[in-house]
């Protein structure tokens, strides 16, 4: 494998320095469209702002997948970069709007830093654990790694293992959006609700690329992405209903969620942006996204 560039200078082309500003405008657009967004959502409960966030989050990712009419192919180090960028917000998103709140529930209810700390580090390793069951149990594949567990996925068509690998991402992100909007904090459901969606539209785009690369048309790429995508209210009405049933539960739903997410982004997204040696892109990509997620939260706060 040829080394990679990873100097400043190819990281400063001017695709790279577009990006960083729209996504500036981004996040200044978010700013200024806070607070009418505060004014009409304020009014709906935690069930609906969970089921209407993950559904416009999920929503995202037939967003990203729109340039794939006006193109046919991205560049590998391009893929990376933009997988790297999804793995930056979801890191962040995890860390501020589930961990830092489970953690905050969690002393409150259990009154104890030690307790709050064995409540949010098992509701973590139990997500983690639930996100690596259905990766055996559920038939999919990867665009890099190919087709993974031990079901016989020559009898499912190809385009479904996508699916089903795409679902399996989706869902946890689904479910961190209906949890986070269960503890009564708007900003924090929102703010993780914008991180799903930002990272829905790189995820999206890549996806429906590498359906394309197989073989599959335009439409049937953009329309797979799309169904992809619905399986976040999916998990967005599981989350927020777990919550609204059971009030308790809220520091354990939080630390769950946030065990898949993370299990999603080391186990998937960065072993996957960093296998086609474009490692220090791809890195750029985790900072870029890190920073944008933590200057949304800063803004929402």
Known sequence: MPPEDASPRSLLRPGAVVAVLSLALFVAGVAALWPTMQL???????????????????MFTAVGAIPIFFMRRLSREVEDSLMGFGAGVMLAATAFELVLPAAS?????????????????????????????????????????????????????????????????????????????????LSDGVALAIGIGLQNIPEGLVVAVALMSLGYSRWTAFGVTLLTGLVQPLGGLIGAG??????MLLPWG??????????????????????????????????????VMLSIDLILD
């Open 40 to 58: 009409w959502l304020v009014g709906l409960s935690p069930l609906q702002l969970g089921i209407l966030a993950s559904f416009v989050a999920g």
């Open 105 to 185: 529930a969690a002393e409150a209810d259990y009154g104890s830093a030690w307790m709050a700390a064995l409540v949010v580090g098992t509701g973590i390793g139990l997500g983690g654990l639930f996100l690596l069951a259905l990766h055996r149990l559920v038939p999919h594949e990867h665009f890099v790694t190919g087709p993974q567990s031990g079901a016989d996925p020559q009898k499912i068509r190809r385009v479904w293992l996508f699916v089903f690998a795409i679902a399996l991402h989706n869902l946890p992100e689904g479910l961190a959006v209906g949890v986070g909007f269960g503890g009564g904090e």
């Open 242 to 247: 777990a919550i609204t049933l059971m009030e």
């Open 254 to 291: 939080l630390a769950f969620a946030a065990g898949a997410m993370l299990f999603v982004i080391s186990h998937e997204i960065i072993p996957e942006s960093h296998r086609r040696g474009h490692e220090g892109k791809a890195t750029f990509g985790v900072l870029l996204g890190f920073v």
